[in-house]
């Protein structure tokens, strides 16, 4: 009996010790894996990495056949994000809501100029930050007092999607230089005007001693001078005091009755402050612009259109520039004329009933809007020129005075977009009125609606405005409205567009919501 029981306790020891060796972890682990698990109780974690989890049966195993180690605890569930704080209610429309705005006019010593007039001629909006909106209604003016200051109301809201952000500010007094700022921030206050120099202009023809005082004169963009500005001396000259510091162009025109328009080649100049320049110009002229349509518009040719744009560009500043524009008709051989231009690049614009002027590639460095600098070999101009991107493009050019007329005008089929305007319900809307906001652009002018025609139309039973003769557009802008309604947000956040191709027929689905109450 006793030999069993020490047979039997034997074969129970020997099982203890085979599950102790199958369970214990293997050979080098122990001592990393006690001191991860010390480490993690007191809150380090730095060698957790080095931890393998053993699975949930092994982990039962050892805790019921041998002296258990430590385990990890499971990793702290990461804290939840704070909750966001919630936004801040939008606050209402108020259409007719305004607040007012305070304007101090200095003089360069810092000293309150009484008199001047301000004007607040547009807005921008917070809701987008590029984009400019001329003042509803009356735009506000104000007159300086004797401490310089003036106070205008203006809108508190752009539009429904924005309130002003920044206002766009016309500063003017009869001794210092014309201010504007097109994004004046509502937070700023003062206003300071500079000095400027004094420019005397007179006109000859034929000889200079053939003195002509009664001229009209043009001034370039960065002067920023109204008609206003010059002013007759006793002696019968034509001056001005507001002439901004820096480099500028003038040139000047006159009305003959028999010569007809005389003009004089721009003149450039620079001046400082307070300076003092006179201009002697010689009128000449008449010039006038001799062209024809493209052989490939069939005749006759059928309300025909042409503007010739003319431009001349001082590099010396990006604001030295004259600009002009000229309106003629086409006659139905496809020929025009287009009479009082002037010396410079005159880019053509012509529309007729199919057909318009084509865009072409830039033909210049810096009408590409590529600067290498004077020294560039004619293949790398010729490289830089047909990389040029597609927006640098522009509208058929001929230098004035012309050297072997007519010129011809390239052109290009135009294309033709139906619109369908739908409702909130998606039912097509009669009545709609579509718009669309076709461009032409000069480089150092700017962008301008495309002339001589409306591009506005009424949707018809089918809830569709079909317009034509539309110039072919990468990007061509689409609005739309009704009586009570207007684009969704997303719309009137990011125009809707369509792409014009020379003759095809695009179109375009535009739905339109209820107008706030």
Not at 177 to 190: A, I, Y
Not at 411 to 438: D, F
Not at 446 to 473: H, N, V, Y
Not at 494 to 515: D, F
Request: some cysteine; charged content about 25%.
């Amino acid at each position: 009996m006793n030999r069993t029981l020490a047979v039997l306790a034997a074969l129970a020891a020997a099982l203890g010790l085979l599950a102790w060796m199958l369970t214990r972890p293997p050979a080098g682990d122990d001592t990393g894996a006690a001191r991860v698990a010390t480490e993690t109780a007191n809150g380090v974690r730095e060698n957790a990495d080095l931890v393998r989890p053993e699975p949930r049966d092994a982990e039962t195993r050892v805790a019921s056949t041998a002296p258990a180690v430590q385990a990890e605890p499971e990793p702290a569930a990461a804290p939840e994000p704070p909750a966001p704080a919630p936004e801040e209610p939008r606050p209402e429309y108020e259409p007719d809501a305004k607040e007012p705005l305070s304007i101090l006019v200095v003089d360069p010593d810092q000293a309150p100029v009484a008199g001047a007039k301000v004007e607040i001629i547009g807005l921008r909006s917070e809701s987008s930050s590029g984009s400019w909106y001329g003042y509803r209604g009356d735009t506000p003016v104000a007159t300086t007092d004797a401490n310089g200051r003036a106070t205008l109301d203006r809108w508190v809201w752009v539009n429904q999607d924005g309130r002003v952000r920044a206002v766009d500010l016309v500063v003017e007094h009869p001794e210092f230089v014309p201010f504007r700022d097109s994004s004046f921030p509502l937070d700023s206050e003062v206003v300071p005007l500079e000095r400027g120099a004094t420019v005397v202009v007179t006109g000859w023809h034929g000889d200079p001693s053939n003195v002509i005082q009664d001229v009209r004169i043009s001034a370039d963009r960065g002067a920023s001078l109204g008609r206003d500005a010059w002013v007759q001396l006793p002696d019968g000259r034509l001056s001005t005091s507001r002439l901004k510091p820096g480099p500028h162009l003038v040139l000047i025109t006159y009305e003959d009755e028999d010569l007809g328009t005389l003009v004089s080649d721009p003149h450039e100049f620079e001046v400082g402050e307070v300076g003092w320049e006179t201009l002697h110009l010689e009128l000449l002229g008449p010039f006038r612009l001799i062209g024809e349509l493209d052989p490939d518009v069939p005749r006759p040719v059928v309300n025909g259109k042409v503007r010739a744009v003319l431009r001349t560009a001082s590099y010396a500043g990006p604001d030295a520039v004259l600009a002009l524009e000229k309106d003629a008709d086409v006659a139905a051989d496809g020929s025009f004329v287009v009479e009082g231009v002037r010396p410079g690049d005159c880019f053509v614009v012509a529309i007729c009933e199919g057909w318009t002027s084509e865009r072409l590639p830039p033909t210049s460095l810096r009408d590409a809007g590529i600067y290498l600098g004077e020294e560039v070999t004619e293949e790398r101009k010729q490289k830089a020129l047909a990389e040029a991107e597609p927006w640098t493009w522009t509208y058929p050019r001929v230098a004035l005075p012309q050297e072997s007329p007519p010129f011809v005008v390239p052109m290009v089929e135009t294309g033709t977009l139906e619109v369908t305007i739908v409702g909130p319900n998606g039912a097509p809307l009669r009545g709609a009125m579509v718009h669309l906001s076709p461009n032409y652009r000069v480089r150092y002018i700017g962008s301008s609606i495309f002339p001589f025609r409306e591009w506005s139309a009424e949707t018809d039973l089918d809830g569709i405005a079909r317009l034509a003769d539309i110039p072919p557009d990468e990007d061509l802008w689409v609005s739309a409205g009704a009586e009570g309604m207007q684009m969704t947000a997303e719309d009137r956040e990011t125009t809707p567009s369509v792409e014009i191709v020379p003759g095809e027929t695009a179109t375009i689905r535009i739905q339109l919501e209820a107008k706030p109450r």
